[in-house]
Antibody, heavy 119, light 107 residues
Framework: EVQLVESGGGLVQPGRSLKLSCLAS????????MNWIRQAPGKGLEWVAS????????YYADTVKGRFTISRDNAKNTLYLQMTSLRSEDTALYYC????????????WGQGVMVTVSS | DVQMTQSLSYLAASPGESVSISCKAS??????LAWYQQKPGEAYKLLIY???TLQSGTPSRFSGSGSGTDFTLTIRSLEPEDFGLYYC?????????FGGGTKLELK
C-alpha cells in the first residue's frame, strides 16, 4: 500500500524558513517523480513543485521560484521542500504527491501538513 | 497559464441518480486531464487520467470523456460514498493547474 506521510509544518513568522518532509513507503521511491501541491484555506489546489526520479528535472510554480527548493533522498525514501522567505500567502495545507511512470498527474497523495505564516 | 474552470461549485443529487461534472480548459489540452476525488478526512484520490482512463481501483460507475477544451466526469447510479469534492487537473503544460472544484452533495 502506497503511503505518503508529510511532516515539518507549523507556525512560522514572515521571512523565516521551514522545511517539509514526506516519507514514502509501499513503492520503489527511486523510480517515480514526486510533487508538492498546496491548498490555501478556503481556496483551490495549487501545484508547487515537481522533481523527477533521479532529481535530473525540477520544476517550480512561479509563485515559489527562487524561494522554495524541492529535493529528495532516494536512500531514505524521503521528499523535501525547503521554504525560505515565507510570506503570508504561503499559508496552506501542503500535500506530497506521487507521480505516475509517465505524465504529470498525481496518483497518490498524502494527508497534508499545515504551514501557517503569521507574525 | 491554462485556466481550468469547473462551472458548478455545488451539485446536489440523490443515491441512484447519475450526475455529470464539467471541466473546461482555457486552451486545448488534448486529453491531458485528470480527475480527483476528496472526501473529508481522506487523502485526495486519483479517479481518472488521460481524460478517460480509469485509475486502478476506480469503480466502473465513474467515466470520463472529452478532449481539447471540454471534459466531463460522469458518475452513474450514485453510491453514498461518492459524495464529496471533485477536481479536474490539466497536465498538458506547466504550471499544472486545477479546476476550482465541484462539491457533490446529498440532496
Amino acid at each position: 500500500e502506497v503511503q505518503l506521510v508529510e511532516s515539518g509544518g507549523g507556525l512560522v513568522q514572515p521571512g523565516r524558513s521551514l522545511k517539509l518532509s514526506c516519507l514514502a513507503s509501499g513503492f520503489t521511491f527511486s523510480n517515480y517523480g514526486m510533487n508538492w501541491i498546496r491548498q490555501a484555506p478556503g481556496k483551490g489546489l495549487e501545484w508547487v513543485a515537481s522533481i523527477s526520479s533521479s532529481s535530473s528535472y525540477i520544476y517550480y510554480a512561479d509563485t515559489v521560484k527562487g524561494r522554495f527548493t524541492i529535493s529528495r533522498d532516494n536512500a531514505k525514501n524521503t521528499l523535501y521542500l525547503q521554504m525560505t522567505s515565507l510570506r503570508s500567502e504561503d499559508t496552506a495545507l501542503y500535500y506530497c504527491a506521487k507521480g505516475p511512470r509517465r505524465g504529470y498527474y498525481f496518483d497518490y497523495w498524502g494527508q497534508g501538513v499545515m504551514v501557517t505564516v503569521s507574525s | 497559464d491554462v485556466q481550468m474552470t469547473q462551472s458548478l461549485s455545488y451539485l446536489a443529487a440523490s443515491p441512484g441518480e447519475s450526475v455529470s461534472i464539467s471541466c473546461k480548459a482555457s486552451k486545448s489540452i488534448s486529453n491531458y486531464l485528470a480527475w480527483y476525488q476528496q472526501k473529508p478526512g481522506e487523502a485526495y484520490k486519483l479517479l481518472i487520467y488521460s481524460g478517460s482512463t480509469l485509475q486502478s481501483g476506480t469503480p466502473s460507475r465513474f467515466s470520463g470523456s472529452g478532449s481539447g477544451t471540454d471534459f466531463t466526469l460522469t458518475i452513474r447510479s450514485l453510491e453514498p460514498e461518492d459524495f464529496g469534492l471533485y477536481y479536474c487537473q490539466q497536465y498538458y503544460e506547466k504550471p499544472w493547474t486545477f479546476g476550482g472544484g465541484t462539491k457533490l452533495e446529498l440532496k
